[in-house]
């Protein structure tokens, strides 16, 4: 425990990570990729914790709602020059197909189109962390990128090439909702929405960095969220419900003032 935790203090000394405001959760950030890396061992990362909650209080950033689309935008990278988005990550509910996938899809800097998903079980996605970590040498030309969930790692990849992008003047765009204007990547279409993501979103920034100082990336996913795991109910100030007379199919809703746990509690009675 005692290596664990002084890895995990090493790593935060070089790795910047931030916690988006629920009540406008979007961050920017600029990166110009010049000729700062020139040492074969320097390198940089970026990536996201995660955390699904369709009742937590999270305001609509941008012009798409939670209902306008079935896809939630977490990282998006534009090319600052052209305009066109160049990487992004996303999850999906395919609610027809009863399935639920995080996608990954850019355009590396040779051009090449590349693809990635894969798939989580619906009990392991609701109030689920999920850490999306992406790290490339360039000199090296080595290409990393995985998903660790709070119980295990799901998905790896190593790849070879010189960035997961194209363009050296970007923009990345953490959170938000979206409506694809232009794009690089051919299967992120002209129109295409992202929603917002209805849930918690930490963005780990856009860094190089000399050294890599992490050797138990699910561990240091793992000390991260642990932190927002502990979880402690508040009662509403506005805490009664207008009495309500069903004479047909209707649909109403109340939306608590404090964040969501894993649940919540309601209380009435029914008189016939």
Known sequence: MILIFLLCLDALKSIEIQTLDPYY????QSVKIDDEIIQPN???SYGL???YNPL????????VGIFGSNCYQLLNI????????TFMYFDCLHNEKYQITKEIKFVN??????????QIEA????SFWYFLEIIQWPIKK???????????????IMDQMKSPFKGKDLQLTFGGSLIVSKSKIESVLINQKFSYFPGKIIMQQFKILEELSIDDWFEYAKSVFEEYETCNCSPNQEFQIPDLNISSIQKGEFVSENKNCNSFFIQGCRQF
Do not use: H, M
């Open 25 to 28: 959760q979007v961050a920017y």
């Open 42 to 44: 320097q390198f940089f």
């Open 49 to 51: 914790w995660s955390r």
């Open 56 to 63: 937590s209080a999270i305001s609509q950033v941008g012009p």
């Open 78 to 85: 534009i090319d600052k020059v052209d305009g066109g988005i």
């Open 109 to 118: 800097d040779n051009g090449e189109q590349k693809v990635y998903e894969t």
């Open 123 to 126: 009990q392991e996605y609701e």
């Open 142 to 156: 080595r290409f990393e990128i995985f998903i660790i969930s709070q119980k295990e790692q799901k998905f790896f």
